[in-house]
Structures are given as C-alpha cells and as structure tokens.
C-alpha cells in the first residue's frame, strides 16, 4: 500500500468496539469477528474519528506511541493492506485529515511502546451471525436456527 489514498472503517458493514483493552470487530456480511492486537488498536481508534491516510496513520503513531522512523512503516502500511483484505476498511474519495491524533503525545518514557499490529480471524460464530432473525430462526429464536431452512452461504 503506497502512504497515499484515504481509508475509513467499512461502515455500516463492519461494526467495532474496545472491550477491556482489547478491540473486537465484526463483519456483518462475512460473519467473521476479529482481534486486533499491539498497536492495530491504536490503528482502529485512529479509523474511528474517520478517514485517514496511512501517512497520518504512520504519523499518529509516532506521536503517541514510543515509536519512530522506517520500521513502523514497514509493519503499518503490510497491516493496512491485510485490513483491506478482510474489508474492514475501504479506500475513500474524501482527503483525509494531515494529523489524526488520538491523545495527547506525552514524554518517550511515559509513551506506550509500539507494538506490531497484528489481526486474528475467527468464523466459530459465522453461521449465527448470518442467520437472518426474521426468517432462518425457528421458533425459540435468534440465535437457534430453523432445521428447515438451508442457510445459503
């Protein structure tokens, strides 16, 4: 992925939220959830305050974690590219915003270190978040499938 181009969270189709300190996010049409881990939290909460290009993304990340120079690049933009894969997020005609800062950059030493972000798929759940409530559920409900019904996947 070239440092040019916007990026956005693939919304209304994939849905995130922070839980403990771990960020889960969910493909609605896929029915595949994910973690993502070291700094990709970093990255998601980046994406949520709207579109960004991985430069601002790169840079973002010098400023609030302990971090700097080629290498954090060279882990971001792989990841990016591997986001887009899943369709988690999308590219977008909207510029995005020269900085995005997340909180406020603090001291080297009080600064988190980066970490690579990484991204773990799951599919466990698929079948039951596809399960269309109205019409594939039998009559217990959501999230019991119908016997009947054969789920096109």
Not at 42 to 47: A, H, M
Not at 86 to 99: A, I, K, N, R, Y
Not at 137 to 146: C, F, H, I, S
Request: proline letters at 8%; a negative charge.
């Amino acid at each position: 992925m070239s440092p040019e181009g916007s990026l956005r969270i693939n919304t209304p189709n994939v849905v995130g939220e922070e839980f403990e300190g771990e960020v889960v996010v969910v493909n609605l049409e896929s029915g595949c959830y994910f973690s993502l881990m070291g700094s990709a939290k970093d990255i998601w909460k980046t994406l949520t305050q709207g579109s960004a290009t991985p430069g601002s993304i790169i840079a973002t990340l010098e400023e609030t974690l302990d971090c700097s120079g080629a290498d954090v690049a060279n882990q971001v933009l792989p990841f990016l590219d591997e986001l887009k894969k899943l369709e988690l997020v999308v590219t977008t005609d909207s510029p995005g915003p020269t900085s995005c800062t997340v909180h406020e950059p603090q001291g080297d030493s009080l600064r988190p270190r980066f970490e690579a972000p990484q991204v773990e798929t799951f599919n466990d759940l698929q079948d039951i978040l596809l399960l269309d409530p109205i019409h594939d559920v039998d009559e217990a409900g959501w999230p019991m499938a119908n016997p009947d019904n054969t789920m096109p996947h």
